[in-house]
């Protein structure tokens, strides 16, 4: 994959939308499945797999971190942001990883609560957003109340490209806004040799034939209103966040796919400039935008995941190439440790399958064989240049469990084990100021049972969880020392310092928090580590 342009995007949606449904299209487009669990392998040839069915009954995402293909002359890396029960800190920070996200949506439901959270971290980058209206061979809602659902809950300016014509048994295709051509369903097989109608007069008797009269007047009514109260699409507006290029169909019977990737392989971002800080990388430090075209090889290292292959027990550090071309055997500067690493076995990945790369170019992703060295956020660069790329904040948990070890001569034990999880982000850390309780942070409970096979796995710590009723984090900000020595005093008991130090506030209720907002109105409240609005 040298010289196609990048396209490393995310799907995000609401458990049940879809997303893996449409993750097999898209694989099956990229020519990396035949058909739903079909795999090619190294060989070339398809061989059935099960690891998605695997993926599903775990609850656990295994091997399909990222998912490399090539399709319209672009390579594409689809990173995986797990979405069930293992909704995890992992799924936010994969988003400061990619250029662009797809969100699905259940046609019959609408916005749904993850979807809600998962904008909030796309917003923070301005992540330019196409979006699926699925499932539309059953009933599902009136467009126009989804597009409204969508604009009103999750403030991004919706531009149908397609606009569906009936739904579930009623379900007739799609009418293509750009091309006005009606894309049949009944009988849709091939994606590539779709059943068009040619639709730019609507009053010819062809169109009354293939929708009947009811839905050919609903089609006309909506057409209109679309022409009065929709704006034209705009790539500018679309790769500044503002506007979604929304797109109608059914991921199950492949329907819709391929126009929503022909638009996404058209106007997606290649990689973009990054912003760094330059050492001592404080908050005071000087920031740095970095190209992608710089000559100088760059990455950060997103996501840290143990145990991808239970034979082998190993642990990938993925690192996303920010910038400069990546060689097989380059001796990189890991900036953190200040140390020189020579990558002889640098990862890529295809759906189950694993290669080794000889080359890698800014917007591919690369994993690392990890033996407990890196952490999340580390940089690394080619020049010894001084850097630390920002954006790659921890999130607020939801979830809280405050952690003792049941023996205490192992308590040295639980300490390096809940440290070095915590910085593979499999959970967050936080110290209790006042006590010096271990509270263990988390988006998603499965992570808690993560934690706790792999301290009584790895570190023989058998210890005691007992559940905390906090809604949440805050990470504080003080302008003024005095207001900042009165309030440490203040709340001294819901203090808590990350694994960098930081100050936390615990939100016991979102009413506590709230009041504290207000008798404080100089004090900054952030729901994640960069400090960012
Ligand atoms: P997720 O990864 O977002 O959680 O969703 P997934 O793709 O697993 O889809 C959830 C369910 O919705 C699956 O059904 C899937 O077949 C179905 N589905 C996905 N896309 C469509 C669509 O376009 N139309 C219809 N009608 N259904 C769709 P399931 O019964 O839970 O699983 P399975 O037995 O089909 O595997």
Redesign the pocket.
Known sequence: MVHKPRCTFAII???????????EKLLWFGGVVREAGMVKSKTGDYAKSDWMELE?QRGISITSSVMSFEYNDRALHLLDTP??KDFSEDTYRTLTAVESVLM?IDSAKGVEAQTIKLMDVCRMRDTPIATFM?????EAMDPFELLDNIESILKIQCIPMTWPIGSGIDFKGVYDLRSKQILGYKDAKDPFSPNLVDASNLDAKHVLDFIGAELLVKLKEDLEMLETLIPPFSKEEYLNGIQSPVFF?????NFGVKELLDMITEVAPTPRPREAKLAPYDSNAEVIEIDPSDDEFTGFIFKIQANMDSKHRDRISFMRVCSGKFNRNDKIFHIRTGKEIKIATPLMFQARDRDIVEEAFAGDIIGLYDTGKYQIGDTFSRGKKLIKYTGIPSFSPELFMRVTSKDPMKAKHLEKGLGQLSEEGATQLFIRRSTNEKMLGAVGALQFEVVKFRLEDEYSVNATYEPVAWAGVRWLRFEDPKVQNKFMEDYSSVLMVDKEERLCFAVRTEWDLRLAIEKNPTVKFYKNSDYIE
């Not at 609401?14 to 893996?20: C, V, Y």
């Not at 699925?134 to 059953?138: I, L, P, T, Y």
């Not at 169909?249 to 019977?253: C, D, K, P, T, V």
């Open positions: 949606s609401h458990p049940d939308a879809g997303k893996t449904t449409m993750t599903k979405g069930h699905m699925n499932k539309f061979d059953r169909g059914s991921a199950l019977r």
